[in-house]
């Protein structure tokens, strides 16, 4: 049973004073001081993120980022643009549709809608809605196929020049990831400062979206066409064996989440050593996304010192906020 004394309550809550609010640094500072439930949770987030991100580029310290594909279909795709361009993460999980929607934005423009319209109405246009977004045929399934098929073309004819004998050794998703960002000369891209940067970016569901389709395709004329996902597991665990300190940004749930933490309970003294969870999930149904940082205590995923905290809210409101400090010109 855990004792509390009045000595353990002694920080005043504060009022908001914006007279003072010069940027949202300073906002978030103030939130620290404010509380109101979920407003304390964005600011400890801010500063764990804050630390994390100062020491990436630290030999031997691992930064995880991992979020699904959903938020790439948004603006949201800046944040993660701009934390892969100043390195602010050396290791990326996510899923599939990321690529699918990274490529498609780069040659297309998606466009607002609204949760409320009518989908047999669009799907009679050709119109594809993902939340509030609207995708047309042509800005999605149709110029990926157009864009990806000759890229995979080349990409055979330059793994064939290097080992005909074996060309597919150690050509998992990373690989993938490097060669289609190689071909984007273009800086709005997230593939294009994965590749620059060259960041392992691991997805482990590779087939579960549009490019999966396109890898399919391509192997129908191409039958030992393949990609090695354990590759993409033995990078991770290069990785992670040889890691001094982990932390994580880790946004939704799914496999992305798993991935990153199911990684990190095989360190020497397993565990990362801080985490930061964006989710609206509840914990009650048992999920992953809804998982709170602290039940991977119990795995070993996470060490029960870590500073940790979950933001319960939208990550298309909570990051902009979060990238507006963490990124922001000093």
Known sequence: MVGYSRDDFEVPVEDYDFSRVTDVGSLIDQMSRAGGFTASKLAKARDILREAISRSDEEGVLNWLSFPACLCATGTRGFFIEALKRRAYNVVITTCGTLDHDIARVYRSYFHG????DDVALAEEGLNRLGNV???NECYGEILERVLLPWLEEIEDERKSVDDANPWRGFGSVELCWAIGDRIDDPSSLLHWVAKNRIPMVIPGITDGSIGSQLFMHRQKSPDFMIDVLADEQILSDLIWTADESHGLMVGGGISKHHVIWWNQFRQESGMDSAVSITTAPEFDGSLSGARLKEAIS?????P?????VVEGEASLI???LGSDLFASK
């Open 319 to 321: 990051l902009p906020i």
């Open 299 to 303: 795995w070993g995923k996470i060490r």
């Open 305 to 309: 010192n870590a500073d940790q905290i």
């Open 134 to 136: 609207v995708i047309p």
């Open 114 to 117: 609204d949760f409320s319209l």
